[in-house]
């Protein structure tokens, strides 16, 4: 007994002299998750950290909830905010019970030294148990208990990949840990002393035993009252890992290749996300069954130019499909979309009014001869019902006459990335779809006319500001979009109708040339909304139509 006691008072004077000699770091290294939310501040994804793992920032919770940490320091340290860094008496029983046992029973380590194990993350030596004390010591000296705490509890392990209290209160439960109840909490408490062994799904009745020996302690010791301890007994433990939610993957994707922030808030809506990301799943199951495979959908907020919804494609698992394209970001050809901007831009120009009248008869421009999609021609008609037929000989006459160059210059004025040839190599048929476009760029085109002319970027960012640029018009656009609420695409003239008297829309359809993309875009004094459908591998096809 004597060399015991020998021995356990002098682990602490040997770890006093490494403390005063050994430079010892005294944080973990910084190791999070991505979190990437909405703008309530609900998840839309969690990004694995460079190690693997589940550790989400300490940022995302502030303080430690009262039944976590009572559960934690009567299970691991209860004496946690007495000591200097080390327990002497638990040192002493530790080595006690091994003895005698004849193996590792108990380390007998506290809080601190358990901080002090994964700031060194080294294998576990008698020698290293010395380190652990004598940083522990240090840790003590630098630190507040509040701040040691929490540095424990953020990064402890929970099995598997799964590190620190918010991590695996998401995971095991799937809520915040202010939502914890006194099970779940004691739950917690428990699993980091044995993570391996009584992992849940893993060994339910052993964490089961431990939970429910902490729970009866806490009742013994009038941290929680009877009724509390008996409706905890009966409170299940977790058998499932749950997973983080994965909502606009294609945005989430971009915003982690771009920005190394451990959390970043988007304008994204939670509701309007999941009903888009269901719409166009549901209409992309349809579309299918005609051999067309992909859908991208964007949402915009006209007032902020906050994006609100962002689908990137119909299913982001869907690999056979190329389902990962982000067709948000995907130049397409424009169809017929940029119409409406010519018009109002022609406008202002003076060139027409809506009740001006434009030959719509076979033209011809050198080698091009434009052609209207119904291979049929109206001889005079008025400028509003060009546009609203969306016909296309009456659009080249009128991009002609205002000029293809300085269309080209507004186009990219108001937003459009994607021209990377000069307007002559364009030349008349981009009005047709001889140029690329984005439903990104798209959105904020249209936006633009919503805004009675003032063209500005959008943004997936809280606190993102832009400067508005006023290319066109009030009235110019005011007139435009009123002509676009008329507009009539056969067969659907019914059902438009019976919507349009809801809530009316200033909409517009484009198909390109070949049938390889569609691309419907309505907009509101509130809301634009910017939809493309096709096959991402560019295959055409003859049902395919705005």
């Known amino acids: 007994m004597r060399r015991k006691v020998v021995a356990g008072v002098g682990v602490p004077i040997l770890a006093f002299i490494i403390y005063l000699i050994i430079p010892l770091k005294q944080r973990i290294p910084a190791d999070y998750s991505q979190v990437v939310l909405a703008k309530d501040s609900t998840f839309l994804r969690v990004f694995l950290n460079n190690d693997e793992q589940w550790c989400l920032p300490p940022q995302l919770q502030t303080e430690i909830p009262e039944n976590l940490k009572l559960s934690v320091l009567n299970y691991e340290d209860q004496y946690f905010e007495y000591h200097p860094g080390f327990n002497p008496v638990a040192i002493l029983r530790a080595l006690y019970w091994n003895i005698t046992r004849g193996e590792v029973v108990s380390g007998g380590s506290t809080i601190t030294m358990q901080v002090a194990r994964m700031i060194r993350d080294q294998d576990r030596t008698i020698f290293q148990k010395f380190l652990e004390i004598a940083l522990a010591i240090k840790i003590e000296t630098r630190f507040s208990k509040e701040e040691i705490l929490s540095q424990y509890l953020t990064y402890a392990p929970y099995g598997s990949n799964i590190r620190g209290y918010q991590a695996a209160s998401y995971r095991f439960f799937d809520k915040k840990p202010t939502q914890l109840s006194w099970a779940e909490a004691a739950t917690l408490a428990v699993l980091p002393n044995a993570p391996g062994m009584i992992f849940p799904t893993k060994n339910d009745e052993a964490l089961k035993t431990k939970r429910d020996q902490l729970l009866q302690k806490l009742f013994t010791k009038e941290v929680i009252d009877q009724e509390t301890y008996e409706l905890s007994l009966l409170e299940p433990v977790p058998d499932e890992i749950i997973p983080f939610p994965l909502a606009a993957p294609h945005l989430t994707e971009l915003i982690h290749q771009k920005n190394q922030l451990d959390i970043v808030k988007t304008t994204i809506d939670s509701d309007i996300q999941y009903e888009t990301d ?119 006459r009128l991009l002609n006459a205002y000029g293809v160059n300085k269309f080209y210059n507004n186009l990219k004025a108001a937003g459009i990335t994607t021209l990377f040839r000069n307007s002559d190599e364009y030349g008349l048929p981009i009005i047709l779809g001889g140029s690329e476009v984005t439903p990104w760029d798209v959105a904020k085109l249209f936006r633009g006319m919503a805004n009675g002319g003032q063209f500005e970027d959008i943004h997936y960012l809280t606190n993102e500001t832009s400067t508005p640029t006023q290319l066109i018009s009030e009235g110019a656009s005011t007139l435009i979009l009123e002509e676009m609420k008329e507009l009539i695409r056969p067969g659907l003239e019914f059902y438009w109708k019976k919507y349009g008297n809801q809530k009316p829309i200033a909409w517009k359809t484009g198909t390109s040339y070949g049938h390889k993309d569609a691309w419907a875009v309505g907009t509101t004094p509130s809301h634009t909304i910017v939809i493309w459908v096709g096959n991402f591998d560019g295959q055409s096809n003859k049902s395919l139509s705005g």
């Open 278 to 396: 269901f719409f166009v799943k549901q209409h992309a199951a349809r579309m299918r069954q005609m051999g067309i495979n992909n859908a991208c959908a964007l949402v915009v907020d006209n007032k902020t130019g906050n994006v609100l919804s962002y689908v990137g494609s119909h299913d982001f698992d869907d690999l056979d499909n190329l389902g990962r394209v982000d067709g948000v970001q995907a130049a397409r050809s424009s169809g017929s979309i940029l119409k409406p901007f010519l018009y109002a831009l022609s406008i202002d120009e003076g060139l027409i009014l809506p009740n001006t009248l434009i030959k719509d008869v076979p033209t011809y421009f050198s080698s091009f001869s434009p052609n209207n999609a119904s291979e049929e021609f109206s001889g005079i008609i008025s400028a509003n019902k060009a546009l609203i037929y969306s016909l296309n000989i009456p659009a080249v």
